[in-house]
């Protein structure tokens, strides 16, 4: 235990001394040696990380005390670090698959100036640092700090590019709509702390059951809103696929280790809290569900590579919330864990591939690119393959996990996510047709440059494809093999607490297996349709109308939001700014200004230089003061 405790603080520190070295350094740095220091320190991480996980595993729980960070008469709050089985799971997906990003991206971005290279790697790092620092937190309060560091890191990265107005315009969107969601998360805590005096995961879940429902109610539903933004769930989702205004690498860093994870983490941290708010546990789950289908929609009309991602993203991300929202929190971090193998592979692949067609994005303008890019093909087919669920691909065990829980909840919200697993399944094949399948339809320039990515980018792919293929193995189902679900069975003492007072839906073998069965053969014909339909699509010119049009443009959400939120708040920010501001407080200040001007000008006036009118007005003002002195 002690070795634990003496270890546990590098784990962040690590990537924090990587930023300050490529931050402080990077007039002076090479591109090498910042690329070194970036990512060496994460890698460093992730073998203590390693270390950490296999200490724990025995079901032991560490809680690591730094300082005092608040100490008042009501309220201490402690800067401690909490290690225990699923910070542990989370420490390893943030800093395993957040190195091969680090290591991706010394290729990806070598085009950098070497301060520019550096600042990016500092930034990087500090991403990392600030998700470390949430999911390790042994408190709401450490949690929230790092929630924000997260929150500005995005903004740094996904504005990376600054002298791109629409980058810039993007990075703000993320910024705005995470605070948003935030807002909630900072009252939730600040509800938690009044009913519970404590911040602390360990005292506010023992002390639970002195709270009221409303109280549970509320503080989860506000805990969801902060969910809501980091995790892009309706509606504050619409900054994720806007989010891929940043370089590829930062879209793989946000999407599948970091950022968009933290929802699903904290409310699995807060599960006894959800176990004990039923109405809060719908909420979650028909959010959850809305998001994955309505996302799903979307991507199968986007015709941007990385924006079909984007969109995948959020509809996977509506399947985690699905699973906490039906008591599946097992099933919710065994999808977030596959879903960061095979994600990262997917944005890390389209980065190969934008970088070999010399950034263009549009699948309509590729196709054929198997034969120049063997392996990012075969990498980028089997992140296709894990995300639609096909057997025995990771995506396949987590998803069947959330679905068949759902079926034993609720069998109409499990048709529903079966069909939008057929979506998926759809739109990820679409997606991989186009590009790699028939023939090559861009220009003559972007042909000649076609060719595979260097080893620094095509390593990593082949690394997450492997995870991609056997990272499932950690869950398989009682059904296949007893006592094959080795995550749930690892997990356990986090969920202990629920698992206790939770009544246990349970699917029949036989019933199981139907299910398995009814969703992989949909899931794969729609599948083989979209790889019949579309392995030698020709482009026609001919826009998209009706439906598909709607789909194109993602159901004017973002129209809608601009004409009911976005123009009214500036409508009412104008009129604040031109008749509060500016006529209401300016010409109040500046009227006195001019008040105290004029009244000057004719004071001066008195000033005449003649010294009889100076006595005499001195003989005056001695009247007055006799008159004042006497009559009052």
Same mark, same amino acid.
């Given at each position: 235990?002690?070795?634990?405790?003496?270890?546990?603080?590098?784990?962040?520190?690590?990537?924090?001394?990587?930023?300050?070295?490529?931050?402080?350094?990077?007039?002076?740095?090479?591109?090498?040696?910042?690329?070194?220091?970036?990512?060496?320190?994460?890698?460093?991480?992730?073998?203590?990380?390693?270390?950490?996980?296999?200490?724990?595993?025995?079901?032991?729980?560490?809680?690591?005390?730094?300082?005092?960070?608040?100490?008042?008469?009501?309220?201490?709050?402690?800067?401690?670090?909490?290690?225990?089985?699923?910070?542990?799971?989370?420490?390893?997906?943030?800093?395993?698959?957040?190195?091969?990003?680090?290591?991706?991206?010394?290729?990806?971005?070598?085009?950098?100036?070497?301060?520019?290279?550096?600042?990016?790697?500092?930034?990087?790092?500090?991403?990392?640092?600030?998700?470390?620092?949430?999911?390790?937190?042994?408190?709401?309060?450490?949690?929230?700090?790092?929630?924000?560091?997260?929150?500005?890191?995005?903004?740094?990265?996904?504005?990376?590019?600054?002298?791109?107005?629409?980058?810039?315009? #993007? &990075?703000?969107? !993320?910024?705005?709509? *995470?605070? =948003?969601?935030?807002?909630?998360?900072?009252?939730? /805590?600040?509800? +938690?702390?009044?009913?519970?005096?404590?911040?602390?995961?360990?005292?506010?879940?023992?002390?639970?059951?002195?709270?009221?429902?409303?109280?549970?109610?509320?503080?989860?539903?506000?805990?969801?809103?902060?969910?809501?933004?980091?995790?892009?769930?309706?509606?504050?989702?619409?900054?994720?696929?806007?989010?891929?205004?940043?370089?590829?690498?930062?879209?793989?860093?946000?999407?599948?280790?970091?950022?968009?994870?933290?929802?699903?983490?904290?409310?699995?941290?807060?599960?006894?809290?959800?176990?004990?708010?039923?109405?809060?546990?719908?909420?979650?789950?028909?959010?959850?569900?809305?998001?994955?289908?309505? #996302? &799903?929609?979307? !991507?199968?009309?986007? *015709?941007? =590579?990385?924006?079909?991602?984007?969109?995948?993203? /959020?509809?996977? +991300?509506?399947?985690?919330?699905?699973?906490?929202?039906?008591?599946?929190?097992?099933?919710?971090?065994?999808?977030?864990?596959?879903?960061?193998?095979?994600?990262?592979?997917?944005?890390?692949?389209?980065?190969?591939?934008?970088?070999?067609?010399?950034?263009?994005?549009?699948?309509?303008?590729?196709?054929?690119?198997?034969?120049?890019?063997?392996?990012?093909?075969?990498?980028?087919?089997?992140?296709?393959?894990?995300?639609?669920?096909?057997?025995?691909?990771?995506?396949?065990?987590?998803?069947?996990?959330?679905?068949?829980?759902?079926?034993?909840?609720?069998?109409?919200?499990?048709?529903?996510?079966?069909?939008? &697993?057929?979506?998926?399944?759809?739109?990820?094949?679409?997606?991989?047709?186009?590009?790699?399948?028939?023939?090559?339809?861009?220009?003559?320039?972007?042909?000649?440059?076609?060719?595979?990515?260097?080893?620094?980018?095509?390593?990593?792919?082949?690394?997450?494809?492997?995870?991609?293929?056997?990272?499932?193995?950690?869950?398989?189902?009682?059904?296949?093999?007893?006592?094959?679900?080795?995550?749930?069975?690892?997990?356990?003492?986090?969920?202990?607490?629920?698992?206790?007072?939770?009544?246990?839906?349970?699917?029949?073998?036989?019933?199981?297996?139907?299910?398995?069965?009814?969703?992989?053969?949909?899931?794969?014909?729609?599948?083989?349709?979209?790889?019949?339909?579309?392995?030698?699509?020709?482009?026609?010119?001919?826009?998209?109308?009706?439906?598909?049009?709607?789909?194109?443009?993602?159901?004017?959400?973002?129209?809608?939001?601009?004409?009911?939120?976005?123009?009214?708040?500036?409508?009412?920010?104008?009129?604040?700014?031109?008749?509060?501001?500016?006529?209401?407080?300016?010409?109040?200040?500046?009227?006195?200004?001019?008040?105290?001007?004029?009244?000057?000008?004719?004071?001066?006036?008195?000033?005449?230089?003649?010294?009889?009118?100076?006595?005499?007005?001195?003989?005056?003002?001695?009247?007055?003061?006799?008159?004042?002195?006497?009559?009052?």
């Amino acid at each position: 235990m002690r070795n634990v405790l003496h270890m546990v603080w590098l784990i962040p520190v690590l990537p924090l001394l990587g930023f300050l070295l490529n931050g402080l350094g990077r007039n002076k740095l090479s591109k090498g040696l910042s690329g070194v220091i970036g990512s060496g320190t994460v890698f460093l991480s992730f073998l203590i990380s390693v270390y950490v996980f296999f200490s724990v595993k025995g079901g032991n729980t560490y809680v690591a005390h730094y300082f005092d960070f608040i100490n008042i008469t009501s309220l201490q709050v402690g800067f401690d670090f909490q290690i225990d089985q699923l910070s542990s799971v989370f420490l390893l997906i943030i800093t395993g698959v957040g190195f091969l990003i680090h290591v991706y991206s010394t290729a990806y971005m070598h085009d950098e100036e070497p301060k520019d290279f550096a600042k990016y790697f500092a930034f990087l790092n500090l991403f990392v640092f600030s998700m470390l620092l949430l999911v390790m937190g042994a408190n709401y309060v450490i949690m929230f700090i790092g929630w924000e560091g997260v929150g500005l890191c995005s903004y740094l990265l996904i504005g990376y590019w600054f002298k791109n107005t629409n980058y810039n315009i #993007a &990075a703000k969107k !993320a910024f705005i709509m *995470n605070r =948003i969601g935030d807002l909630g998360f900072l009252l939730a /805590v600040f509800w +938690l702390v009044a009913k519970a005096g404590s911040a602390d995961y360990h005292t506010v879940f023992a002390a639970v059951s002195k709270l009221t429902a409303t109280d549970i109610t509320g503080i989860t539903l506000l805990l969801f809103v902060g969910a809501m933004g980091k995790s892009a769930q309706i509606p504050l989702y619409t900054w994720l696929p806007d989010a891929m205004a940043g370089p590829t690498p930062v879209s793989a860093l946000i999407h599948a280790a970091t950022m968009v994870t933290a929802g699903i983490y904290m409310i699995a941290r807060s599960n006894i809290f959800y176990t004990m708010a039923p109405v809060s546990q719908t909420v979650v789950a028909v959010v959850g569900l809305a998001t994955a289908i309505l #996302a &799903a929609t979307i !991507a199968l009309k986007q *015709n941007d =590579i990385k924006k079909v991602l984007a969109y995948s993203t /959020v509809s996977q +991300l509506g399947y985690m919330f699905l699973a906490l929202g039906v008591g599946a929190y097992t099933g919710a971090v065994f999808h977030v864990m596959t879903h960061a193998f095979f994600k990262a592979l997917l944005f890390l692949g389209a980065g190969s591939v934008i970088h070999a067609m010399s950034g263009e994005q549009d699948i309509r303008n590729m196709g054929g690119l198997k034969k120049y890019m063997s392996i990012t093909h075969i990498t980028f087919l089997l992140a296709c393959l894990a995300i639609a669920g096909m057997p025995p691909f990771s995506g396949f065990f987590s998803k069947d996990e959330i679905l068949a829980a759902t079926y034993a909840k609720n069998p109409l919200l499990w048709g529903v996510g079966v069909a939008g &697993a057929m979506m998926t399944a759809f739109y990820m094949f679409r997606l991989y047709a186009m590009t790699f399948l028939g023939k090559f339809r861009g220009t003559h320039q972007q042909e000649h440059h076609l060719h595979e990515s260097p080893k620094a980018i095509t390593i990593p792919l082949i690394i997450l494809a492997i995870l991609s293929v056997v990272g499932g193995l950690v869950g398989i189902p009682e059904v296949f093999m007893h006592g094959g679900h080795r995550l749930e069975g690892f997990l356990a003492p986090v969920f202990a607490q629920s698992n206790a007072i939770t009544v246990k839906h349970v699917v029949g073998h036989a019933q199981e297996y139907m299910l398995m069965g009814i969703s992989v053969a949909l899931a794969l014909a729609a599948l083989v349709y979209a790889w019949t339909r579309f392995s030698k699509y020709q482009k026609t010119g001919k826009a998209e109308t009706g439906l598909g049009k709607v789909l194109e443009n993602k159901w004017y959400v973002d129209e809608l939001y601009d004409a009911i939120i976005v123009k009214p708040v500036l409508a009412i920010v104008k009129y604040f700014n031109n008749i509060v501001e500016r006529r209401g407080i300016d010409g109040f200040v500046n009227g006195i200004g001019k008040a105290v001007n004029y009244s000057s000008r004719q004071i001066r006036l008195i000033q005449t230089g003649q010294v009889g009118t100076y006595v005499l007005l001195m003989v005056l003002g001695i009247l007055i003061l006799f008159i004042v002195q006497l009559f009052l």
